[in-house]
C-alpha cells in the first residue's frame, strides 16, 4: 500500500470519528450488531441523517453491512482504528519528548535562580 493510500485512509477514520454521532453509532456497535432502522431510533435525527453517517462510518471501513432481505445489519470494523491509534501513538511519543526536554530546562533554570 502507498502512502498516498495510508493517508487517504486515515483522512476517512478521522473524518468518520470527528462527529459525535457517528462515535456514538460505533459506541453503539461496540456492544453487538444492530439494525439500521434500530440504530435511527436511538438518535435524535432523521433515518436519511442516520443514513448518511453509516455511510461514511462504511466508507472509513469501521463497519460492515449484511443485508437480509429488508433488514440491514451493521457491525463494527474496529481494525481501522488501530492503524489511527498508531499514528498518534508516532506523535504522543514525540509530544512526550519535546515536553520531557522542557521539564529538563525548567528545572534547570530554577536551580540557577536558587543558587544563583
Request: hydrophobic content about 40%.
Amino acid at each position: 500500500m502507498d502512502e498516498y493510500t495510508k493517508t487517504s485512509q486515515l483522512d476517512d477514520i478521522f473524518t468518520a470519528m470527528a462527529d459525535p454521532t457517528r462515535r456514538a453509532i460505533l459506541a453503539r456497535l461496540a456492544q453487538g450488531s444492530a439494525r439500521v432502522t434500530d440504530l435511527a431510533r436511538d438518535f435524535p435525527i432523521s433515518l436519511n441523517s442516520t443514513s448518511k453517517h453509516i455511510k461514511l462510518l462504511e466508507r472509513a471501513g469501521l463497519l460492515t453491512r449484511t443485508i437480509t432481505g429488508r433488514d440491514h445489519l451493521l457491525t463494527l470494523n474496529a481494525a481501522p482504528l488501530s492503524e489511527a491509534a498508531q499514528w498518534i501513538a508516532h506523535f504522543q511519543s514525540f509530544w512526550e519528548d519535546r515536553l520531557a526536554a522542557l521539564d529538563h530546562l525548567i528545572s534547570a533554570r530554577r536551580k540557577e535562580k536558587d543558587h544563583g
